[in-house]
């Protein structure tokens, strides 16, 4: 018996043949979602300053803001010993508000570098706190987390990652740090430049960091949807 003509040449179940088509290309466009990869954010201080303890007894008296008489001051760090007997702390912040919540910080370093100053001897502790952005005498005794620490070294390069993650963490928009040398019975001044703003010699922060990675989440929830869509076509064939 000869088959009708229009059961012999009928086209396959069109579901049959699109579904798995269908599910290829879903898979290929979710998994092909691009990834979180890493920024970097390299921002000038938005305030450098100087708070002087003269009687050198633990009470800063003096604050001195060196953007304050046009691009160009400098701010000076560490201990003088002698007749002054006095101590100089550095006050820097910087703006950290653009590094997106939830950020991994990979890599984050303190760069200073000296206009004039010994470098053969003492060392260089940064001293890490949540800023706002000003300047106060109050800033220069909050020495309680110490970000990090370097010799010293005519281009001063701290790294304060663990510090800067911290930050990040907790949504700061400042990173603020009191510069300070650690060095007993020594007569030694050293001058940080803040130099022209935006210069060489403006203190610097370098962070290098990786975005929330929602991309990963999307192509994990992805791939979970593709294997229900399977598993019931298996199920549904079965």
């Known amino acids: 018996m000869v088959e009708p003509r229009s059961s012999r040449f009928a086209a396959p179940e069109k579901r049959r043949v699109n579904r798995p088509i269908l599910l290829g290309a879903i898979a290929t466009m979710v998994l092909s979602a691009p990834v ?11 305030v450098v300053g100087e708070a002087t303890d003269a009687q050198y007894d633990g009470v800063f008296e003096t604050l001195y803001d060196s953007y304050a008489g046009g691009e160009f001051g400098t701010t000076t760090a560490g201990r003088v010993f002698g007749s002054f007997e006095s101590e100089r702390r550095s006050i820097t912040e910087f703006a950290i508000g653009s590094i997106p919540s939830g950020s991994l910080v990979t890599s984050a370093m303190l760069l200073m570098d ?16 949540v800023g706002d952005g000003l300047l106060s005498v109050a800033d220069a005794t909050v020495t309680s987390t110490l970000a ?7 281009n001063l390069s701290i790294d304060v990652t663990a510090f800067l993650q911290n930050l990040v963490d907790l949504g700061a928009s400042h990173a603020g740090f009191t510069v300070l040398e650690w060095v007993d019975g020594v007569n030694s001044n050293f001058v940080v430049g803040s130099g022209f703003a935006g210069g060489r010699f403006a203190p610097t922060l370098h962070v290098d960091y990786v975005p929330e990675p929602r991309a990963e989440s999307l192509n994990a929830a992805a791939i979970a949807l593709l294997g229900v869509l399977v598993l019931r076509r298996r199920r549904a064939r079965g």
């Open 114 to 129: 000296f206009i004039s100053g010994s470098t053969e001897r003492g060392v260089y502790a940064a001293f890490g706190r």
């Open 36 to 46: 979180a990869r890493g920024a970097t954010l390299e921002t000038i201080a938005v």
């Open 148 to 154: 990090g620490a370097q010799p010293a070294s005519f």
